[in-house]
């Protein structure tokens, strides 16, 4: 089999190989400590949302504990191949921690630690099943009880709106804790809850539908619509923009701040945040302490892994109300539940 | 006989040969162009490439390639342009997927009938822009781009817990497949490979054998050069047009079994998404001959597995899809160079068998 | 050659007297991939004359007038205008020394009028305005040609639209006129008034180029012959000195095949039945119409049935509901005794029709295809293309050689495409292919079109040869004298119906011609029996001729 691919190798390059001999040879030698090895998702380090969190807490350590790093992007449709790939790449070459940033990379993670005893590896938003892999997950629900306060606080009609982007595990944390935090607040407050897709993935990227559904919510009355649905939530809340007194809650990274949505940031409430910098950071810190972190660890309210964005000013006058629940949670007065 | 056959291995090998030569000299410049070391980037890939574990990974990769481009091929050969492999090996995929874990019968069974409904479900889907085309004169260009999206939205409704799928984490897909019916893999000490080449191969080779040696073949050839011709010989075109596509839509079906059998055992949200349209690039790359589609499949498969690598050089992972693009283009251009210049050297050799002739006449009306 | 005279001035009529040479063209060679080179062309036309350019199809006499007219360049040689060399770049340059052509398709806008199209593009010539139809109207009445400068030209005969050709090209100041093969489009009756204006253009010192390869036209309206053979001049004769078969002969390149004398091979074995036959089509602009009507005619073993007609009268339509690419809507067809009338094309193959089609390019060849695959086109179900349901590859090539060898096809070998054949060889190609399967029934849609004169000899003898081993023949064709020559029955076809038959021992071209444009119906026999197609076909054709149910058994011709 490997003479076939040479041969095909061959074909594409049998002019460069003259030249290639001149060149200088590679520089990876394949064991010494490198610094950090992060495969992104699709969309890359700068998709202005999770992956570029991610990236913001690995270029923090890389300055602060002087390592190198190398970052490899995943390709539209790939096989579960392509991931083991690009994450062996980064182990077999002497990058340590290997970081997948996604749920896309958990199998692939998992399985490909195996081979790799003595590097940490970590996965974003999926469980750890190896030891000496981090399942590193946020407690998207605490941040989501957050906004539900908010939106119960700041709702007029006494009608809010929850969309996520797909029915899976992940999303329905958001919306239990949004849920229980709005019924916390004010018991009489309606929840419209409504999700993009079933299972398909698209539903992280479907603004168009995103919007339909949140105008459909604005026309039933809700006034504060919170979208956990990765790209497709730029549909709601451009949606939401368009009516007067109605507020978007925002996802992942603080949409105030983003400046695809410029023209609407006067309509964006807060935003859940989930800290992947502060849990990337904390990762790298720990493998450079000696103490890497393994199995699953779930980044709390607590410990600042997820938070309420203030941008704007438009919580200050609720800010009272949201640290005290804040306070409640941290110190387990309340539990969220993670589930529906 | 001897010079025809000379034509012929030009024809053949002259024109991929240009292209890819063509090709590396104007992704050198792009590379030149963007500040980095064109020829340190062919080395990478050389070397990255031909490891163990990379030939292992190409020619799994290129399996499922391969399969794609051969479905295009078969349209391509009829001058049928089926867009719709994608949302057909999907589609058949799921379908398969779902009844294979839907059932346990012995492997020898279930692997057989696994198979056979995706070819199923694949032609079914293909056979729609077919008969559509006959019937109601659509476009298959239209209509199979349509139905990639349909394919889409079913897969879509049917992949939900309670429905077709069953939740696992932050993923839905069908019930795994049992044991019994996952595919022989050839071990090796970097890897497993997809026993399923030996499919794909089969499959190159009765596609040689029905296009090129059997009447139907020969009835299918015709129609895709001359519709008219055709016709007049007394091929039913409209016939030939369905069954043609339900056979491309069969082959599609084919394309998502190794990563069905010898993969993921199931279909999921992370099932391969876009391998038609490789198959497209493929198909164009090797002119529709097994052989050349083989080549294609394993060059495209190489320049993935460096891709990866090239970004962890530092160079960016897109060059290696410029280069994709560019061979495509080159070997497009080269064929059509490559074809005239074969048309026009044998109407020059036609030509100078009646010149011949010709300047007899002369000698003997001036005699 | 000639004495050189001063080049003409550019005043109407008073050009060099005639007898000086207005065009030479001196060893003009051009080399050119596909089709015979032009090598050693040597023509002398004298001012004032009608010269003609005579040569099989493929003989290179096109390429010798593109390179006159400047849309190609030759490789070698020279060319004279009234003594002075020129070197044309472009048509325009052509023009501009005054030399036009006419093509043999028209290059008319039927939605404008005589006088725009005469004036689109030569605007600036006398405007568009009075000025324009002033002078249109002065050609008009110099050269006779009865223009009507305000009709649509989609309202205009095929003669008509001629005419404005010509008017075209004198309106653009030519004083040489290239006409490419005229009369192919005309009916006899055409073809004289077209050789009047012809004369009368002369007659007013022009100089005429005429293109051609029917022998008898040349003969009666030359002043002088010249002979392309093979892409080089052979002969140049003056008509008084030569007989059409003496011409030919030159042309050809060796002794023509006499006409032999014909006895009938006509036997009472019906091979081809169709009765009724009926077929309507929904044309371009939506309106349903009959393309078949009511269509009857028996062919018998060892018949040839031709059918007249000028194109578009539904010849096309009738035989793609015999060969199957059609399907009738009322009628029967009946195979030797066996009903096909709604079978499948390879069915009625397999049946034992052979098809010659209309346009070998589009339905009787792969161009794109080796020759020995085009072999195996239209039978490959049969031997020795295939056993069962694989193809016998090495058979089927075996045989292409063999048809390359017997029916005499000029190429290098079996594996180059169609596509780089000439005309003739291409369709030497598929007659060797049709009937080498022995066919009971063959259609022949204009078997010789485009086919240089020694391969419609032998395309003919086949065809004869064949008959007399009892084949029927549908013989479609727009050459009269092919459809006299080799029928034993004909029929003429005007507007979806079979409107007249004839007996082609008694008929003569004009008079089909003149029954072709629907001015006749019934059996066409009082015209003089001049005996020029040769023996008699005895009583059979009479039988044959009791076939038609139009009703309209004894009208009379004028």
Sequence with gaps: ??????????????????????????????????????????????????????????????????????????????????????????????????????????????????????????????????ENVAGITFAEHEGSYLAGVAAALKSKSGNVGFIGGVHNNLIKKFEAGFVQGVKDTKPDVKVDVKYLYESDLKGFQDPLRAKGIAEGML???????????????????????????????????????????????????????????????????????????????????????????????????????????????SDGEITVSDTP | MKRLDRDKLITAVGAPVLAVLAALVLTSLIILISGKDPFRAYQVMIEFGTTDRSAVYIVNKSTMFFLSALAVAIGFRMNLFNIGVDGQYRIAAFFAAAVGGALSLPGLIQIPLIILVAMGVGAIWAGIAGVLRTTRGVSEVITTIMLNSIAGAVIGYYLTAGRLGEKDGNLTHTPNIPESSHIFMFGTSVGDINGFVVFAVLAGFLYWFVLNRTR??????????????????????????????????AVAGLVGMPTLLGESYNYGTDFPLG????????????????????????????????????????????????????????????????????LRDQQRRVGEELARAGSNDKAEVGA | MCAITAPSSSSTAAGPPPGTAAVELHGITKRFPGVVANHDIDITVRRGTVHALVGENGAGKSTLMKILYGMQKPDEGTITLDGEPVTFHSPADAIGRG?????????????????????????????????????????????????????????????????????????????????????????????????????????????VLFISHKLGEVLAVADDITVIRRGTTVASVKPADVTSKQLAELMVGSELPTPETRESTVTDVPMLRVSGLHLSAVDADGVPREVLDRISFTIHKGEVLGIAGVEGNGQSELVEAVMGLRDPDGGSIVLDGADISHAATRTRREGGIGYIPEDRQRHGLLLEAPLWENRILGHTTERPNSRGALLDTSAARKDTRRIVEEYDVRTPGIDVTAASLSGGNQQKLIVGREMSHRPKLLIAAHPTRGVDVGAQAEIWEQIREARREGLAVLLISADLDELIGLSDTLRVMYRGRLVADADPAAITPEELGSAMTGAASGHLEDGPADGATGGATGGATGGAATDTDDGQGGGRTR
């Design chain 1, 1 to 130: 089999m490997r003479r076939v691919t040479k041969i095909a190798a061959a074909g594409v390059a049998t002019a460069a190989l003259a030249f290639t001999s001149a060149a200088c040879s590679s520089d990876d030698s394949g064991s010494s400590d490198k610094g950090v090895g992060l495969a992104f998702d699709v969309g890359g380090r700068s998709d202005a949302s999770f992956n570029e969190s991610a990236a913001r807490g690995y270029d923090k350590a890389k300055k602060e504990f002087d390592i190198g790093g190398k970052e490899l992007t995943a390709r539209d449709g790939e096989t579960e191949a392509d991931r083991e790939q690009r994450l062996t790449s980064l182990a077999e070459a002497g990058y340590n921690p290997v970081i997948g940033v996604g749920f896309a990379y958990g199998k692939s993670v998992n399985k490909v630690a195996k081979d790799f005893p003595d590097t940490t590896f970590a996965v974003i938003d999926e469980a750890s099943q190896a």
């Design chain 1, 219 to 329: 026309d039933s009355g809700s006034d504060v619509i919170y979208s956990a649905a990765g790209l497709s939530g730029t549909g709601s809340i451009e949606a939401v923009a368009a009516q007067d007194g109605a507020w978007a809650i925002g996802v992942d990274s603080d949409q105030y701040r983003d400046k695809a949505l410029a023209d609407y940031k006067d309509s964006i409430l807060t935003s859940v945040v989930k800290n992947v910098d502060v849990a990337v950071y904390d990762l790298i810190k720990s493998v450079q302490d000696g103490e890497p972190l393994t199995g699953d660890h779930t980044f709390t309210l607590k410990d600042d892994g997820v938070s309420l964005a203030a941008s704007g000013g438009f919580i200050d006058d609720i800010q009272g109300d949201i640290d005290a629940a804040k306070k409640k949670i």
């Design chain 2, 216 to 249: 139907f073949g020969f009835d299918l050839r015709s129609v895709g050069r001359s519709e008219t011709a055709a016709a007049a010989s007394g091929v039913d075109v409209k016939r030939m047009i369905v069954t043609s596509m339900v056979l491309s839509g």
């Design chain 3, 99 to 207: 030399i036009g052509m006419v093509h043999q398709h028209f290059m008319l806008a039927d939605n404008l009028t005589v006088l725009e199209n005469t004036v689109l593009g030569s605007e600036k010539l006398h405007g568009i305005g009075d000025g324009a139809r002033t002078k249109i109207m002065e050609l008009s009445a110099a050269y006779g040609l009865g223009i009507r400068p305000d009709v649509l030209v989609e309202d205009l005969g095929v003669a008509d639209r001629q005419r404005v050709e010509i008017l075209k090209v004198l309106y653009r100041g030519a004083r040489t006129l290239i006409l490419d093969e005229p009369t192919a489009v005309l009916v006899p009756q055409e073809v004289d008034a077209l050789f009047d204006n012809l004369r009368g253009l002369k007659a007013e010192g022009l100089t």
């Design chain 2, 275 to 342: 391998v038609g349209f490789t198959g497209i690039a493929i198909a164009l790359l090797g002119r529709n001959h097994p052989v050349g589609i083989a080549l294609g499949a394993l060059l495209w498969a190489f320049l993935e597995r460096t891709g990866t690598q090239l970004e962890f050089e530092g160079y960016d992972q897109k060059i290696v899809e410029v280069i994709k693009g560019i061979i495509v283009l080159c070997v497009v251009i080269a064929y059509e160079v490559v074809r005239r210049w074969a």
